[in-house]
């Protein structure tokens, strides 16, 4: 197994992302062998007998022998050992079914279930009718002790380990047999992102998973925290009042300018006189001081709504979304925009979390 890193540049920054390359591959438990229906043979066409010399078989019976004087002395590690030598000479079913129960007393379910379903294949027939109903009640204990993961995997020449062992080469299907509790179910390919699990099974229970590695090309899209128009409409909106600012200060200009230059023409003769002495001109002073008043208001409020249509437009910028189970990579999750006011002071604020 070896490790194998890609780098993909994407528009938040650089994405490492590291897969598991495997090449070997393991069998499935539902490859095991099953139970042949109604098998039948010839004396001495045995098909676990069968071009396997006689001298062979004997060697093969004598490490049989010498695995149950083992078991009888309670030394199952080396007992196992000698069924598995005699196992490599002939496939005998009861060797495999002494061989399970050595595994089951080293505490190895898995390992004596499948040596089980070999023991069991060709019926009662090679057993006996005792060994092979007690065969079927083991495996079946066997079967509520273990859980059963269901894996699926469709992308072409994609690999499948089951906590670091190779499973399979997809695409295709296959149930593993494993030890209730946690485990860790990868596929991975070569410039994909793998699909990584973490499983929780209970014994007995079947999991059925389904993985789907994601190519890095199709890993990340891009959105935008709302619609692009919003903050257009808002610097819109502001560079209007803004607008409406420059006019109504304008006005106020010139209203006061005509005021100045009608006080000084009327009044400069007669060496000044009080605002009283020119009541026609009271009003066209009101009027400016309005539009003053009119021109700095839409000044503060326009700035405030320019200032936050551009905050909201580099907000609003795109953003790196990953589709893998569609976590947004440094986007602002939540803004809220409100407007504040305290007698003659007016503006917005943002509040966005990250």
Known sequence: MRRVGYIALTGAGLLIVT????????????????????????????????NVPRTTQHRAHALFLAGNELVKELIYDAAAAKYQQALALVKHPVIYFNLALAQMKQNQPIRAYESLLRALRYGPAPLGSEKYQRGKSERQLLESQLVHLEITCDLVGAEVTVDGTPLLVCPGRCTRLANPGGHHVLASKPGHIADERVLTVNPGQRKAVNLSPIHLEDATGYTRLMPRWIPLAVIAGGAGLAAGAGYFDDKSSQSFDFYDSEFERRCRPIRGCAEQNVPDLQSVLTKAEQQQTWARVLYAIGGTVLLSGTVLLYLNRKRVVSRVGRRDLGSVHAIRVGAVGTGDSFGLHIVGSY
């Open 19 to 50: 897969v598991t390359v495997s090449r070997a591959q393991t069998p499935c438990a539902e490859q095991l062998p099953r139970e042949v229906a109604s098998p039948q043979w010839d004396k001495g066409e045995e098909p676990w007998l069968k």
